[in-house]
């Protein structure tokens, strides 16, 4: 592959716009395992064997190549590249709708479009018993105009026994995360227990993505960290949902949004929603 550009860098890892000899563009992540933890490292190694086991499916990311270099210890994954993720372009139509006057304005085909896509992948990988527990707008990118999912670093399998993982330390990305992570994740630091979270940790986000979508700003955006911390976890704290015309958008998010992971919705019931089938 020859190296055209670097197009992101994150912790320990670039990711390269490369091009092959057959003149394809894909993207070349490469991580460098030194000085990263042992769970971090392994997830490396995990996404690659989870990447494989996705191999064909339409709403993920498609790993092409890989090759694990341990003594050097750098990793090389060859994925498909994707023009753009949702997080920029979120940030784009923000800008155009506050330069337009039109900040109010809610485009409902774009929203559903977007919203059944993310569903969809994420009901894949559910199927699978893999809890994602990271998803946020720039997890989603755009490759040919299809959205798919990205970045299993953190993702884990759900054990036979149980619809709950086991984690040693808190993961994801605070203005996406549910409550139980957050709360799991601070029980373990303090009394050596893991952290537990299921399928319903991944609604809670795409729910605040879906929020994002509706009103240009997570639910919890507006607070410092700690004050964040309270509110997302705080079941007093009433989450402020301005008036849309759409109810079944508006029932969609408050569900998504239900602090309790034993009653919030589930991917099949969004999947089925009136939102997404409107003529029902």
Not at 8 to 27: L, N
Not at 89 to 114: C, M, P, T, Y
Not at 194 to 212: M, N, P
């Amino acid at each position: 592959y020859t190296v055209l550009e670097c197009v992101g860098k994150g912790g320990s890892s670039k990711v390269y716009k490369v091009i092959s000899p057959e003149h394809k563009i894909f993207a070349l992540k490469r991580i460098k395992l030194e000085g990263r933890e042992k769970e971090a490292a392994a997830g490396s190694m995990d996404e690659i064997t989870l990447l494989n086991r996705f191999k064909g499916r339409h709403h993920i990311i498609q790993l092409v190549d890989s090759q694990i270099f341990r003594e050097a210890g750098i990793i090389y994954m060859v994925l498909e590249y994707g023009e753009v993720d949702l997080a920029r372009l979120l940030q784009r139509r923000e800008k155009v709708r506050s330069a337009e006057g039109q900040g109010d304005k809610i485009d409902l085909n774009f929203i559903r479009l977007h919203w059944q896509q993310m569903l969809e992948a994420v009901h894949i990988i559910h199927e699978e018993r893999i809890v994602h527990s990271d998803l946020k707008p720039a997890n989603f990118l755009f490759v040919e105009g299809v959205l798919k999912l990205i970045d299993f670093g953190i993702a884990k399998a759900i054990q036979n026994d149980t619809t709950h993982i086991a984690r040693e330390s808190q993961v994801g990305t605070l203005n996406y995360m549910s409550p139980e992570a957050i709360l799991s994740g601070s029980n373990g630091n303090r009394s050596g227990k893991q952290t537990k979270v299921g399928r319903a940790s991944d609604v809670w986000s795409l729910g605040c993505i879906l929020y994002q979508m509706v009103y240009g700003h997570t639910p919890f955006s507006h607070l410092q960290f700690i004050q964040k911390l309270h509110a997302i976890t705080d079941p007093n704290h009433e989450i402020d949902f301005p008036t849309i015309q759409n109810q079944s958008l508006l029932d969609v998010m408050r569900r998504c949004l239900d602090r309790n992971p034993k009653t919030r919705i589930g991917i099949p019931d969004l999947l089925d929603h009136v939102f997404l089938n409107p003529s029902q």
